[in-house]
């Protein structure tokens, strides 16, 4: 599903990292490096345990929701 617009908890707009978020980490897969998420949100300016939860909770399911019709 969608990244939530905000954290739960304290508010912050987290959505628009997300999808930089998600990049970086899949850029340094490529380039053979091991993914920090840590450091990764560090950057991008997720500092509370509360924000950085909604990142690393999310899971995209759209392209496995897609296959079922609604009704
Ligand atoms: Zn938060």
Redesign the pocket.
């Known amino acids: 599903m969608m990244c939530p617009v ?7 707009v ?1 959505a628009d990292k997300y999808y930089e978020y998600r990049e970086d980490l899949e850029r340094a897969k490529e380039l053979g490096k091991e993914a920090d998420a840590g450091k990764t949100m560090d950057r991008f300016g ?1 500092d ?7 990142l690393l909770s999310q899971e995209d399911l759209v392209d496995e929701i897609i296959h079922y019709p609604r009704f």
């Open positions: 905000r954290c739960f908890t304290c508010g912050k987290v997720f509370r345990y509360c924000c950085r939860r909604m």
